[in-house]
């Protein structure tokens, strides 16, 4: 692990939650980077439309100062490369979506054959897609206790299809370093799928035998990638 020189700002990590999810989900994340001396935020989306939570990270991202390293779970993969700030230095992508330029966050999400044990997601009445509550413990987080998995389904919060649809622009990976940590046993985004998006990126690949939520199931793995990446920018 890297030290932290004194006559460097202090690296800021910025954890960025995906679809059904919200920042607790990187409880197990936060405590471990900040005891390392990082400062750490998670950063809240609307998941309203793939513009409002690019504009949301933007606006988290306003209030700090010194360089950034972005990291974002599943869907927010995309948000993550949507943001134009300079303070951003690094990428993380844990298990995550990274459309091309022209591309929709559900193009990616949907390359390939579902996993059998995937849900069937569809809008509400209202207009919002919720995550089964059934199917967390056997797709979204096979791995996870029966406590992370009361906690992952009760605070879930629903996405908008605005989220997926729209085509998005030149995506940040393009010019800053990125790291992507490739879920193997992951019954969302198949291994395979988020290969071909780490390839395609050109990112430092690194493998775990994980499930589509590592930060809650593997948080050492997470961790382990960050800190790498977080590395790279002190020694820059």
Known sequence: MSQQSTHQPKVHI???????????????????????????TAAPLPLTSYADDVGALEHTLDRIAGPVVLVGHAYSGAVIAGVQSEKVKALVYVAALAPEEGETVADVFYRGEPDPRAPQLAPDDNGLIYFPHETFATAYAQNATAEDLAVLSTVQRPISPACIMAPVGRPLWKDQPSWFLVAEDDRMIAAGNQRFMAERMQAKQRVFPVDHTPMVTAPEAVLQVIREAAGSVTEA
């Not at 954890?15 to 750490?40: E, N, R, Y």
């Open 14 to 40: 910025v954890l960025v939650h995906g679809a059904w999810a919200d920042g607790s989900g990187w409880a197990k994340v936060i405590t471990p980077l900040a005891a390392d001396g990082f400062a750490v």
